[in-house]
């Protein structure tokens, strides 16, 4: 029971970021989608839930229901609907890797109701959804910066605390699964804009195999049912590429929106969040400013994380709360160490069986890209993940060593659809437009490919 | 020449999406086989908690078992009060932090101290000890419970 209000819950939190983006007429169709109007929910739940915190007032459930009734009467006016259409694939042999995509997520949906929650999930993550469960908020007590819970990071931003505490408010029960639970639908959510952001640029197999791969991806399915925020970075940075990308060859005028909004879920949830919307929004305001484009709508997307983050990020550095990343005091011949240590771990780990072919993969989709945009946004995202590296003031190894696999595994589905995607605009140069004559080749090349039966109708 | 330069590039193009293809097959087939073999383990499919380590939030186990002792000899009480589970010295610091971490999980809003032994000097400010057996409190202090060599005391008088 408690897992059907829990999903229940969910499909609420989809609705209230499926009307808001509907109301301003952002809304996308199919998979990717789906996954936009989650990101709008939860960076909805995030910013009301993160200023009821800051102002010490109880969060409750109720403004967002009144929210969702006001939005629904909006939507109700403009009758945009709430359309879900699903790009089915029509090849058996990427119907068989869905499946296999599917039947991963289903076993470790089904294991997280034993609850995978791994180190931080529960240290940091769910710890404090159990006391937004507990009290109605964050008490000073626990935000002390000095007292008995500074280990769990009391200034980390609250969207994912605020999303388990919504499971958990819903179920009646901070129930631990419920948070290992929630990790496995963003786990889910990847696919799903993979999916419907390759399928006809690249064909249903090349889709289908990016897919499974990344479900599958233990470093992406271990952190997500562990319930920490990685897969929630994993899934605003390939969102926020994906859109940009989209928002930039022109073909959708809504996708800058969208490109915001994951944006914002990013740096609501996670700090290595706000470096991504940092970069996207150095590379798409340049982008935009190149092309002419200098209004205050158009730059406005690119704002939006920095703005709804401003609440709590004021909050927490007026309290103190702020955790210091880098260090000042590190001489430059440590530095100059350091980088070659950096370099030397990534190197090791780039050499190793789960992470050559992304290398591999990485390496032709940079020599075959149509758009430099993305590249930069991911380059950056992880330049500063390297920076951060070098100059923390923590144990550098020790920092490598528990946390390099999960940073660079949540870049891992953006990477795969950058590269994916430039290698196939390079063989068909229409794709990385969109361009209605491209996708209709592109989807004679996808039934072309192997003897793709298509659908008798 | 043009046409050749366009057939060499469209041979290009069509090779490296070809290895594109390849490698992305190879990485997917190392993915399945990964998550296979990951939720086979103690930690997969079905996550194993060994008897007397119920009540923990989470992975892994590594100090469960005493978070699990002390949860059982917690009396129920206000949430205000202050306990004090000293554990025998010389333990693994990262085994006290994890202990630490769970209790103030589990047992959050009741606030839960964790040290290695000795005792502190003093102990002002405790409603209670849950204390290793090796370790003697004065006589202020009585022993009401035991459970998996661990003492619960309060204040009175024996």
């Known amino acids: ?64 229901y009144g929210l969702a009734a006001v939005l629904a009467a909006a939507v109700w006016r403009r009758r945009p609907g709430l359309r879900i259409s ?48 507990l009290e109605g908020t964050l008490p000073p007590g626990f935000l002390d910066p000095e007292g008995a819970y500074a280990f769990a990071h009391p200034g980390y931003p609250l969207a994912l605390p605020l999303v388990n505490w919504w499971l958990y408010r819903h179920a009646g029960a901070a129930a631990p699964a419920l948070a290992s639970l929630c990790g496995t639908v963003w786990l889910a959510l990847l696919p799903l804009v993979l999916w419907g952001a390759l399928r006809e640029r690249t064909g249903e197999r090349v889709a289908a195999l990016a897919a499974a791969g990344t479900v599958t991806f233990w470093p992406l399915a271990v952190n997500a049912a562990g319930g920490t925020a990685d897969v929630v970075v994993a899934l605003a940075l390939l969102g926020a590429v994906g859109e940009l990308d989209r928002g930039l060859s022109r073909a959708d005028p809504g996708a800058f929106v969208r490109c915001g909004v994951y944006l914002s ?11 991504l919307a940092l970069a996207a929004a150095v590379v798409g305001i340049g982008s935009l400013v190149r092309r002419g484009e200098r209004s205050v709508r158009a730059v406005l997307p690119f704002a939006l994380p920095f703005i709804l983050v401003a609440p709590w990020h004021g909050f927490a550095a007026a309290r103190g709360l702020g955790r210091q990343f880098v260090s000042a005091s590190l001489a430059p011949e440590v530095i100059g160490e350091r980088i070659l240590l950096v370099i030397g771990a990534f190197g090791d780990m780039a050499l190793e069986p789960p992470w050559l072919p992304l290398v591999i993969l990485a390496g032709i989709g940079v020599l075959r890209r149509t758009s430099a945009a993305g590249w930069f946004v991911l380059g950056g995202h992880i330049a500063a993940l390297a920076v951060a590296y070098v100059l923390t003031p923590l144990d550098m190894i020790w920092l490598i060593e528990t946390s ?31 361009d209605r004559a491209s996708r209709s080749r592109d989807r004679g090349s996808v039934r072309q490919e192997g003897g793709v039966r298509a659908a008798r109708t | 020449m043009v046409r050749g330069n366009g057939l060499s590039a469209d041979r290009e193009a069509r090779g490296l999406r070809m290895l594109a293809v390849i490698v992305l097959t190879c990485w997917c087939a190392v993915s399945v086989e990964w998550f296979a073999r990951s939720m086979r383990g103690p930690a997969g499919f079905v996550v194993r908690r060994p008897p007397g380590t119920e009540g923990v939030v989470g992975m892994p186990l590594i100090g469960a078992s005493e978070v699990t002792i002390t949860r059982r000899l917690l009396p129920p009480g206000p949430d205000g009060d202050r306990w004090l589970l000293v554990l025998p010295a010389g333990s693994d610091p990262f085994v ?63």
């Open chain 1, 86 to 133: 699903g790009a089915w694939p029509r090849d058996r042999i990427a119907l068989t890797l869905l499946a296999v995509a599917g039947a991963s997520l289903a076993s470790l949906f089904v294991s997280s109701l034993g609850d995978r929650l791994w180190w931080d999930g529960w240290v940091i993550w769910a710890l404090k959804a159990r006391v937004l469960f």
């Open chain 2, 96 to 158: 006290l932090a994890y202990i630490r971490y769970q209790l103030a999980h589990v047992e959050y809003p009741r606030r839960i101290e964790v040290r290695a032994g000795p005792l502190p000097p003093s102990l002002d400010g405790y409603a209670g000890i849950i204390a290793a057996p090796d370790l003697v409190l004065d006589r202020s202090w009585r022993p009401t419970s035991a459970e998996g060599g661990f003492v619960r005391y309060e204040r009175g008088e024996p």
């Open chain 1, 265 to 275: 879920l990013g740096a609501m949830a996670k700090m290595e969040g706000l470096v």
């Open chain 1, 404 to 434: 390099s696999w999960r940073l660079l595994g949540a870049c891992v589905p953006a990477l795969l659809y950058l590269s994916l995607s430039g290698v196939a605009a390079a063989s068909d140069p229409g794709a990385a437009t969109g």
């Open chain 1, 1 to 64: 029971m408690i897992v059907v209000r829990a999903v229940a819950a969910l499909v609420v939190l989809w609705l209230i970021g499926a009307l808001a983006l509907a109301c301003i007429g952002a809304r996308r169709p199919g998979g990717p989608g789906v996954a936009a109007d989650f990101a709008a929910g939860t960076a909805i739940l995030a910013f009301v839930g993160s200023v009821a915190v800051v102002a010490g007032a109880r969060v409750s459930v109720l403004p967002f």
